[in-house]
């Protein structure tokens, strides 16, 4: 198994500009998260999905965030325009969803907003 | 879910075990206690978990006292690819499966 695939692995970008990540849970994993971590702030859950459905967005900052996850094998989180507050990692995670299982997270993508 | 407390930071020497401790006091009795780590610039890892009963696995063990209010993550033989930041969280089951992680306790281990 590959694990939680996130792309891409760091992503530099101008104020203003639109960004997207990307990530692809394990396959028959049915719930999927999505975590930015700062120094200040640490860990922060932003969203997450059950069977593809958004359960819960109220960690999504500004209604410049956005997240969809069109199938069970892909994800997307979108910043549009992007702040250089927004400079972060962004982890993606997934899980079958039972208590008896932990997550297993994706290597993260380095955002930097300049 | 229950707040944890865990201490900060700590230095442990290679070759020997490695006691994390984790306070829970207001834990609930269906409320699970789970063990993340961190290796610097990587996504948390999954360690162990456990509701009442001692657990082990090939990674740690986790030990959880009998008025469930506190536990402590034991990494038996320390090694330098244990250095990592170590995240105690509890929660209960059909809660949204979503984990919060606090600040957690920066393990070092020391050649």
Redesign the interface.
């Given at each position: 198994d590959a694990g939680?695939i996130q792309s891409p692995r760091h992503e530099v970008t101008e104020m203003g500009q639109e960004v997207t990540l990307r990530c692809k849970p394990i396959s028959g994993h049915n719930?999927l998260?999505w975590?930015r971590q700062t120094m200040m702030r640490?860990?922060e859950?932003l969203i997450?999905f059950?069977n593809n459905v958004p359960?819960?967005d109220s960690g999504m900052p500004e209604d410049r965030f956005s997240a969809k996850m069109p199938n069970a094998s892909f994800s997307t989180l979108k910043i549009q325009p992007s702040e250089p507050r927004d400079s972060a990692v962004y982890?993606c995670?997934s899980?079958l969803?039972?208590?008896?299982y932990?997550?297993?997270?994706?290597?993260?993508t380095r955002l930097t907003v300049v | 879910d229950a707040k944890t407390t865990q201490p900060t930071s700590m230095d442990c020497a290679e070759g020997r075990a490695a006691n994390l401790p984790c306070n829970h006091s207001t834990i609930s009795g269906n409320e699970?206690v789970?063990w993340?780590r961190q290796i610097h610039?990587?996504?948390?890892?999954?360690?162990i978990?456990g509701l009442k009963n001692n657990e082990t696995n090939e990674m740690a063990s986790l030990i959880i006292t009998e008025d469930r209010k506190s536990s402590t993550l034991i990494l038996p033989h320390a090694t330098l690819r244990d250095t990592a930041v170590y995240y105690c969280i509890v929660?209960a089951?059909?809660t949204?499966?979503?984990?919060?992680?606090?600040?957690g306790t920066s393990l070092t281990v020391i050649p």
């Open positions: 939680v719930s998260f975590y640490g860990l859950l997450y059950n359960i819960d982890f995670a899980t969803g039972s208590v008896n932990g997550y297993t997270f994706g290597s993260g | 699970y789970y993340y610039s990587q996504g948390p890892q999954y360690i978990h929660r089951p059909n949204g499966n979503q984990f919060y992680f606090g600040t």
